[in-house]
């Protein structure tokens, strides 16, 4: 592994995460590679496009982040972090990102949290 690579995959993945919970498209748009692929327990998409069409909605709920561990190597990253939310059946949603990069930008997603809550909050939502 060398430092510079891991230098590299550390200060894209940060700026991605940063960019994302600022509601700053543009800026995160600028750490995807195409193609693209995100996974989640809710919904995934095969391109950066579709993946930030959802952040606004997404950040009308979010009322606070907090970083829990980093990790990176040369190619991959995990995050782990607490997405606190105005929504009380979610509360604070422990999360865990894991992150694939080439030649320096983000290429996969996975998001991985217990979705439960959330079903419960979108059948609530869906007109009967």
Known sequence: MTRATTTTTR?????????RFRGDI???ARTLAEPF???SP????????????????FLDIVTGVDLISEL???TEATLVYD???SIPAIGTQRTAEY?????GRIDTIRLIFDA??????????TPS
């Open 11 to 19: 200060a894209t993945v940060r700026a991605y995460h940063r960019a």
């Open 26 to 28: 543009p800026a995160a």
């Open 37 to 39: 692929r995100f996974q």
């Open 42 to 57: 809710l919904l995934s998409s095969d391109s950066a496009h579709d993946h930030l069409s959802g952040l606004d909605a």
């Open 72 to 74: 990176y190597g040369e």
């Open 83 to 85: 997405v606190h939310t």
């Open 99 to 103: 992150f694939h990069l080439t030649q």
């Open 116 to 125: 439960t809550p959330r079903h419960a909050v979108m059948q609530a939502a």
